[in-house]
């Protein structure tokens, strides 16, 4: 599934938070948090090589669901807004 507990999370998210900025910031700050976290997985374990390419994919599938998960939303929020 792509995006799984990302898109979920923010779905949530996007409904709940009513101004663009904040969502703004908290993307980039989950984006800052996935690099960092992804620079500093061991590409030089051996065996290890391809669970960590598997996380990091992973981890970028769930960041592009979390980018949908705040469009969906945030949509349902407007829908919901109006009369």
Known sequence: MLGGP???VGAGVGAAVPRWRV???????????LFYVATHVDFNAGDEEDRSLLFV???FTNFVGWIVGLA???IVSV???QP
């Open 6 to 8: 990302g898109l979920l």
């Open 23 to 33: 969502l703004a910031f908290l993307t980039l700050l989950v984006g800052l948090t």
């Open 57 to 59: 994919l992973a981890m």
């Open 72 to 74: 969906a939303g945030v």
């Open 79 to 81: 829908l919901r807004r």
